[in-house]
């Protein structure tokens, strides 16, 4: 209620919450929201005026489209990792999922497998993207992004995004300096899900499900993503072609 939150305000930030002092923080507000809302119209007038259009985004543009799910337990991620979330209670949030205390390989990669599944398929709960693809229009653009969720990849044209940092629609082997081919994930993915679903422990992937290279048989990197370990394993390449 409003005297608890008058209550936080005063306690935890020191806030004058007389009537002349609340006052001043309302205006203080909605001057601020005004002064959003003219960068935001100077932003559009800028972009409507240009002959060419280079955009950089990076997790704020997660934060914006409200893809909550990377740093918190959120709803939708106990939604899609409630049993991984009960048997790793430190995994707050899927980046934190790296790093969980698994118990082997196997039950590893079958999240892994359900990560990127879910990366592959679930919608942004705002529609951001959507709303910078409308200011766009047809002009000539480029992005570039330190994302590599692919999500950009939904909305916009793939020769014009550069995704520096990576993509997780792709697999990389450790060993780059004996083989330099990126692998496209989603078939080893899908064969992956294809499988847990007809398992009643969705936290376990069998070894001939693991991708490894052959004849290598090494770990592989996916980016450089922390904690992101990928195995390919070379017949998805003609798999690909």
Not at 73 to 96: C, L, M, N
Not at 103 to 108: A, P, Q, Y
Not at 118 to 135: E, G, R, S
Not at 193 to 211: H, N, R, S, V, W
Request: net charge negative.
């Amino acid at each position: 209620n409003d005297k608890f939150a008058e209550f936080n305000l005063h306690q935890h930030f020191g806030l004058d919450l007389s009537i002349p002092s609340r006052y001043q923080f309302t205006q203080n507000i909605l001057h601020s929201q005004r002064s959003i809302k003219n960068e935001i119209e100077q932003l559009k007038d800028v972009l409507l005026d240009s002959d060419a259009i280079l955009i950089g985004a990076e997790s704020g543009m997660s934060a914006a489209a409200r893809l909550d799910w990377w740093y918190q337990a959120s709803p939708v991620y106990k939604q899609h990792f409630g049993d991984f979330y009960a048997r790793h209670p430190e995994a707050t949030g899927i980046f934190k999922g790296f790093y969980a205390r698994f118990t082997s390989e196997n039950e590893r990669w079958a999240y892994l497998v359900r990560m990127l599944d879910f990366i592959y398929h679930q919608p942004p709960v705002k529609n951001t993207y959507q709303v910078l693809k409308d200011l766009i229009q047809d002009r000539p653009y480029h992005i570039l992004t330190t994302n590599q969720d692919a999500m950009f990849n939904r909305y916009f044209a793939d020769e014009q995004i550069s995704a520096i940092q990576g993509d997780w629609c792709f697999l990389q082997s450790s060993a780059p300096q004996i083989d330099d081919q990126l692998y496209d994930a989603r078939p080893f993915v899908k064969r992956g899900m294809e499988y847990l679903a007809q398992q009643e422990d969705k936290l376990y992937l069998p070894d001939d499900l693991i991708p490894r290279t052959i004849p290598l048989r090494v770990d592989t990197l996916n980016n450089k993503s922390p904690g992101m370990s990928t195995q390919v394993q070379q017949p998805w390449s003609q798999a690909v072609s």
